[in-house]
């Protein structure tokens, strides 16, 4: 289990690679990040999104796997593209895992915005790739975060969470205040 936002939860397979993450909705008992379960349920699209549903099944298997989150590129993970041939890296390749941006810059919150979740957006604008400028909505996801607060723009920042699809965009989830580094020193490059 590698994310928690009850009644959502997260798995990511041991071996890290693409496609390795799934949600799971309403599982028969609360999931503990950092264990390892057994799992048997339905897997369906919903809303977009693969979702184990329909639980029948689950045994806690003890610690899970110690792994790091997948670093990859904001243009990268908000990339929602129909590619039938798997021809593409997109943010489809890593739903549901557990994914860090190691280096973006606030763009825009949505403090003064009627929406109904809180959260930030982040793009990465480099001088060398300056079309490298997509942007991903870092989600406070069933409120993990609270209190919840806006951060300044233009402020740099590195975000681990878990990618998650909603209302017709990926986003990043952090799973606690953890997941959000202010300022980071390094301006990583990830593939």
Known sequence: ATGIYAPLYYLTDDVQGLRSGVSVFAPLAPLVQGRRYLYVGSVQEFAGE????????IV????????????A?????????????NA????E???GMLVKVPFATIVLNTLNQQLPTNGFHIAQIRSAAPNDSSYIFV????????????PTLGRKVAVTGVLHYANGSFRI???NY???EFDPTVDANPT
């Open 50 to 57: 693969s979702e184990v549903s329909d639980n029948q099944y």
């Open 60 to 71: 806690d298997q003890g610690v899970g796997a110690s792994f790091s989150p997948v670093t």
């Open 73 to 85: 590129k904001v243009i990268t993970l908000a990339r929602d593209t129909c590619d039938y041939s």
């Open 88 to 91: 593409l890296i997109d943010g």
């Open 93 to 95: 390749d890593y739903e």
């Open 139 to 150: 989600s406070n996801l069933n409120n993990v975060l609270t209190p919840f607060t806006h």
């Open 173 to 175: 989830c952090p799973r």
């Open 178 to 180: 953890a997941d959000i």
